[in-house]
């Protein structure tokens, strides 16, 4: 049985849904786990930590490449 790893840390629920979109449309196997837990009220789930991202240890690569790609400043936009 294949185990999952923690692939990255994810910094908002925006980034967590983009990353996870563009995994699902690569048919990329992946779970995001919130950091948020209700006994704390989200005292875990900081601005710069929503979640982690996992998926089995073969698919680390890839994913990191294209997390990194969607992170680049030339992707990013100021217009909602």
């Known amino acids: 049985m ?3 790893v923690k692939i990255l ?3 908002s629920e925006v980034e967590a849904q983009l990353i996870s979109g563009l995994l699902e449309q690569r048919n990329i196997p992946h779970m995001l786990k919130s950091f ?17 991202l996992y998926s089995y240890e073969e698919y680390k690569d890839e994913i990191t490449r294209i997390y990194n790609e969607m992170s680049l400043p030339e992707n990013l936009s100021d217009e909602v």
Do not use: C
Request: aromatic share 14%.
């Open 36 to 52: 948020h837990d209700a006994a704390y009220d989200g005292v875990w789930q900081t601005d710069t930590s929503w979640g982690a």
């Open 2 to 4: 294949k185990m999952t």
């Open 9 to 11: 840390v994810v910094r």
